[in-house]
């Protein structure tokens, strides 16, 4: 708080004497008739909507520069002695452009004009940048399913997504897999009127979801972008809010959805299942204009403009009604029964439980009272080889197991085949407030800041990020958000421009569950620690082979994060000469205070190879095999700081060629936890002598080598190898890497003359400001977090053995690790481009270009702790086949003592090369289009962070950790063909009739849609059997034998016999029982898709004013059902098969009031 408080005095002392505006600029060369230069004209821009004036005048070499821009319509006018004023009307400036507006003058008199109207759309012929723009039109008139303005970003070239249909109406619900030419999604950037909104400790989301009719328009930045944004090595998404004007503008809507409207999903109707409930709601209004009191204040309303907008999204939508296998009804206990237990079947054969083994004194004397013999079958009854009935007397059962049964958290089946299918309420309230007010001081100073605030309260089942098997228990997700810029600076002079803003954002995250979670009367369960369950939830429980296997968690809730963001900048534009220069700093800080993700009701396992041979018999009679507890759930404090610097120069070096000559600097230390409370595995620190192989029951002795208790630790931990923060290694735990200078270069050149035919290209380097989550599990390492672990344990009091009944102990047990490579350099990319632009008629522009980008650094993660390689004449395949067999790992690990370390490393590299083409043109006869193709090609080993959660099937672990190109291979965004279509038709007829009957009836109707073609995404088969040995943390794939074919079914999507099960190299396998399948080696199915909506204004005027506007909306306008995900486990029994689709057709309706 001291640190913030002494930026934000810093902050005011700058403002004072500077001033932040746009970030566009509009330039040219000032020429006479003959092509020689004009000096020290006289060059105006009148922004339309405020009446705001910038003036500058020409340099020596006839350039002239409006820098700090806001977006709009511009009128540009320019005079100089001895020649006609020269006028153009009518420049659209778009977010973070660079506009040329070249001036000729005609020999005349000043009081002569020669006017010329501008192009809506002209080619880019200042810089190299690869960009795609979004305009408020399009983001206005083009439908987006529940109203997610981050479905446009989809519209630009060189983007691959694997998003879902409907993206959510909030930020965090939303799916943000998002690839700018090839690069990481975790890797983007996201910007609303300069300031960052990127909660970077959240897998990349954004902190704040705005509404589209708040969003003037954006600009995605995809590759060679200049060096005034950076701490990104992936792709910029800047977007501007809407803002006043001197005239008052507003509207007020609503939209809606509803299951009624909408057609079932193929595999709900295959099923037969209805479909789940949908109801969305969105309502809001917004209102902008100038801050004027008549007669009193802003008289001629160019000084003070506002704009205010308030949303809701009231959404409830029923959860996926999959079907999840369950406990028979008649295996349920009834407390003071006796139960009649339809046995399990496996192998084609009934399995009988048996009474558990245990030397117990109580247990033996309630067997014996019972006629019960330990290691011998209950009474039963057989009908055939797999139809057994077991009698288990109710005097056995576990009380607690009862009462849990009871609750209803594992349910009973509702469906055949003990099916269980559930589709609760998940309901989603948000209300967002948006305000922006811009402020000319006067003529030189301009002061700008908006807010926007997202209240947001989700419940969610099943749980989040815990595997739960059914959605009988939920979370309750709050997460109220902000972010903020304030800007304020000044026109030095008429070449001279200095920039100052501050933003700050962040957002809360309050995570309490709902549904089945609490203790039911009676409960007399303890744990190993007492009072640090809050809100008594139920402990969690694992069966292993009931149906899939079934779990019950309320996960580690209730659970807190908060995060706070805040940036300081200083940006200088110079122009000089032929050159606009552009210097900058900056500095940003995120802190991040995160409760630690563990669990302190308590984890219990049941296995079925152990007591009644059985795991849900075992559960009922209350003998686990191993429970887990947190002693307490204590919050990290996490700091980032990043220092920023960069100087640009766009080089006029003549008049049709532009250098962009820049270079930036980011120093970006790691992440640390304030109060060093986090812990490394170095290595090269651990020492072989000092290590411990475990005792022939697998334990370490918590007396001998390598065990230690530092400070305030509760009992000593086994730490050979690991080093403390702060403590001989930095702060964040890894070495700093401080190389991070990023050169960025190109070049416009204006090859026919006339401005319409433009050649550009570039090259840029950019790193990642890693984003956090790699050192955030760190918080649990030894010695900062003590969870103790015990085996064979009563599930009514895990501190008695349920072996002989004494009081259990806490074995140390080899733990598992995960640490961060001490060489941790920041990931990094090099971007580079040759294109050409073409102004194919008046607003019409076509474009083609090569796009390429390698990365290095990539973030994988890679377990360091197995079996090591070797000769199979040392051995060492012999006691690879033990652990695959199950022999205990860790007796044969290379660091004796640990179980699996997972090692975050940034050591891969990636490639995409691509053609890019577009057509794009603006409002001609009342039609607009947007057309993008892209061909590409991306090769990784990892297609994401790996600990971030904004990827599914992303990867894991790299699954040799040996040989890491085992994994390279298509990306997961590696879509070859990618084309899509947006249009806007407003039809002509009668739209300004003076006729009210024409005009509102036949008049004022408009088309708009989207189309999208694109190929599928690669996926990856996998191989669930060890046939390598390695002691766990890695993968496998299985061999592919032939050539592999698509038949495109639902049922065979894939040639599955295209693949066999590899060998282990013990039983004649080659590449050390690793599978011959390339990753990645399937393409998934493709997209063909149509979204199409009808709009009729009914205007009270004849030209603009006052209008109703009614809308309805199609997505998958023509339900054609196109296939998603594909089972590709090929040790499952849907191997090859097609399991979901996108959404079948939907539709919304909406209506908005606007004047």
């Not at 778009?94 to 009081?111: C, D």
């Not at 308590?602 to 429970?627: C, H, P, W």
């Not at 475990?694 to 390598?706: Q, V, Y």
């Amino acid at each position: 708080m001291k640190f913030f408080t002494s930026a934000l005095k810093f902050f005011m002392f700058v403002v004072c004497t500077t001033l932040l505006a746009g970030a566009q600029e509009i330039t040219g060369i000032v020429t006479d008739p003959s092509g020689a230069v004009v000096p020290n004209a006289t060059i105006s821009a009148t922004q339309r909507a405020t009446g705001t004036v910038r003036t500058t005048q020409s340099g020596q070499s006839g350039l002239y520069d409006l820098s700090g821009l806001e977006i709009g319509i511009y009128d540009l006018k320019a005079t100089s002695l001895g020649f006609k004023t020269f006028s153009t009307s009518g420049l659209v400036l778009n977010v973070a452009q660079t506009l040329r507006a070249n001036i000729t003058f005609s020999v005349g008199a000043e009081s002569q004009t020669v006017t010329i109207e501008a192009n809506a759309l002209q080619v880019q012929s200042e810089t190299n940048e690869v960009s795609s723009l979004i305009t408020g039109k399009q983001i206005e008139q083009l439908a987006t399913n529940g109203r997610n303005v981050i479905s446009l970003t989809t519209l630009g070239t060189g983007v691959s997504t694997t998003n879902p249909s409907f993206n959510g109406v909030t930020a965090q619900g939303s799916s943000f897999n998002l690839s700018f030419n090839g690069m990481r999604p975790d890797h983007n950037n996201w910007l609303i009127d300069g300031g960052e909104v990127y909660d970077r400790g959240s897998g990349g989301k954004l902190d704040v979801m705005p509404s589209p009719d708040v969003i003037a328009e954006f600009q995605i930045l995809g590759s060679n972008y200049s060096p005034d944004y950076g701490i990104s090595s992936g792709g910029t998404v800047t977007m501007i809010l809407k803002s006043g004007t001197h005239d008052f503008h507003g509207g007020l809507w609503e939209f809606n959805r509803n299951d009624a409207y909408d057609a079932n999903n193929y595999f709900s109707k295959q099923a037969g299942q209805p479909k789940p409930e949908l109801r969305l709601n969105i309502y809001g209004g917004d209102i902008g204009g100038p801050v004027w009191i008549p007669g009193l204040y802003n008289k001629d309303r160019k000084k003070t403009f506002f704009f205010w907008s308030e949303e809701w999204r009231k959404f409830v939508q029923g959860a996926n009604p999959n079907a999840a296998q369950t406990i028979p009804a008649s295996n349920f206990p009834v407390a003071g029964q006796d139960l009649s237990y339809t046995d399990y079947v496996a192998n084609n054969a009934a399995v009988l439980p048996l009474v558990p083994v245990t030397t117990d004194p109580a247990k033996l004397a309630q067997y014996s009272s019972l006629g019960l013999t330990a290691g011998q079958p209950f009474a039963h009854t057989c009908f055939s080889a797999t139809a057994c009935v077991s009698t288990i007397p109710h005097q056995l059962f576990d009380s607690n197991a009862v009462l849990f049964m009871g609750t209803g958290a594992i349910p009973m089946p509702n469906a055949p085949g003990n099916q269980y299918i559930a589709s609760p309420k998940q309901p989603t309230d948000v209300r967002e407030d948006v305000v922006r007010v811009d402020h000319n001081i006067n003529d030189k100073l301009h002061l700008m800041g908006h807010w926007i605030h997202d209240q947001m309260s989700q419940t969610i089942f099943p749980v989040m990020w815990s595997g739960d098997s059914y959605p009988t228990v939920g979370d309750v997700f709050a997460n109220p958000s902000w972010a903020s810029v304030i800007s304020l600076g000044q026109v030095i002079s008429p070449t001279l421009l200095n920039e100052t803003a501050l933003n700050v954002n962040g957002n809360t995250i309050d995570i309490t569950n709902a549904g089945i979670y609490q203790q039911p009367a009676g409960w007399t369960a303890t744990g190993i620690f007492t009072g640090n369950n809050a809100l008594n939830r139920l402990p969690s429980v694992a069966f292993s082979g009931v149906g899939p296997g079934t779990t019950y968690t309320t996960n580690y809730w209730p659970w807190h994060n908060s995060f706070l963001d805040y940036q300081i900048r200083d940006d200088l534009s110079w122009t000089r000469g032929r050159h606009s220069f552009k210097f900058g700093a900056g500095y940003m800080r995120m802190d991040k205070n995160q409760q630690q993700q563990a669990d302190t009701q308590g984890d219990y396992t049941f296995n079925d190879g152990a007591y009644a041979k059985d795991s849900y018999v075992n559960f009922l009679l209350g003998f686990a095999n191993g429970y887990t507890q947190l002693q307490a759930q204590e919050t990290a404090h996490w700091v980032n700081n990043t220092y920023s610097a960069y100087a640009l120069d766009n080089w006029h070096a003549l008049p049709r060629l532009t250098l962009n000559l820049g270079l930036r600097y980011d120093a970006l230390p790691h992440v640390y936890e304030k109060n060093n409370r986090t812990s490394n595995f170095i290595p090269s620190a651990f020492n072989l002598a000092n290590a411990q192989v475990p005792r022939s029951d697998g334990t370490l002795n918590p007396n001998g080598a390598g065990f230690s208790q530092p400070a305030g630790a509760p009992v000593p931990f086994y730490l050979n190898g690991v080093a403390l923060a702060g403590q001989g290694i930095p702060r964040g735990l890894v070495q700093n890497s401080y190389g991070t200078i990023q050169p960025r270069v190109g070049f416009a050149y204006d090859l026919s003359g006339d401005g319409k035919t433009v050649i550009r290209s570039g090259f840029g380097m950019f790193f990642e400001r890693v984003q956090g989550n790699d050192i955030y599990g760190t918080d649990v390492n030894p010695p900062f977090a003590y969870q103790p672990s015990v085996n064979a344990i009563y599930f009514s009091n895990p501190n008695q053995s349920s072996l002989n009944g004494a009081l259990a102990s806490s074995p140390t047990s080899p733990a598992n690790f995960t640490n961060l490579a001490y060489n941790y350099p920041n990931p990094g990319t090099i971007q580079f481009s040759l294109g050409i632009q073409r102004e194919v008629a008046p607003s019409v522009v076509a474009s083609a270009q090569y796009v390429g980008v390698t990365g290095w650094h990539q973030n994988v993660e890679r377990a360091i702790n197995t079996l090591p390689l070797s000769d199979p004449g040392t051995g060492l395949f012999t006691e690879r086949q033990a652990v695959a067999g199950g022999e205990n790992a860790n007796f044969f690990r290379t660091y004796p003592g640990w179980g699996n370390i997972t090692q975050t490393e940034n050591t891969t590299n990636s490639s995409y090369h691509s053609l890019q083409t577009a057509l794009r043109m603006e409002a001609k006869h009342g039609f607009s289009i947007q057309l993008a193709y892209t061909w590409s090609h991306e090769i990784d080993i990892q297609s994401g962070d790996l600990t971030s959660s904004t990827l599914s099937g992303s990867g894991g672990q790299v699954s040799d950790p040996f040989n890491l190109n085992y994994d390279r291979g298509s990306g997961l965004f590696d879509r070859r063909n990618i084309f899509n279509a947006n249009y806007i038709y407003e039809l002509p007829f009668f739209l300004h009739s003076n006729s009210a009957w024409e005009r509102n009836l036949i008049g004022g109707w408009q088309i708009s849609g989207v189309t999208v073609a694109e190929s599928g995404v690669p996926i990856n088969v996998n191989y669930g059997t060890d046939t390598v040995g390695l002691g766990g943390g890695t993968t496998n794939r299985p061999n592919l034998v032939s050539q592999v074919g698509y038949p495109k079914k639902q049922l065979a999507w894939f040639n599955t016999n295209a693949f066999a099960a590899p060998l282990a190299p013990w039983a004649g396998g080659t590449n050390q029982g690793y599978g011959s399948a390339g990753k990645d080696a399937i393409v998934g199915p493709g997209l063909f898709n149509w979204n199409l909506a009808v709009f009729k204004e009914f205007r009270l005027t004849s030209h603009e004013g006052p209008r109703f506007q009614f809308r309805a909306e199609s997505y998958n306008t023509f339900n054609h059902t196109e296939f998603n995900n594909v089972s590709t486990g090929f040790t499952s029994g849907n191997f090859g098969q097609v399991t979901s689709t996108y959404d079948p057709r939907v539709l919304q309706f909406g209506a908005k009031f606007l004047f």
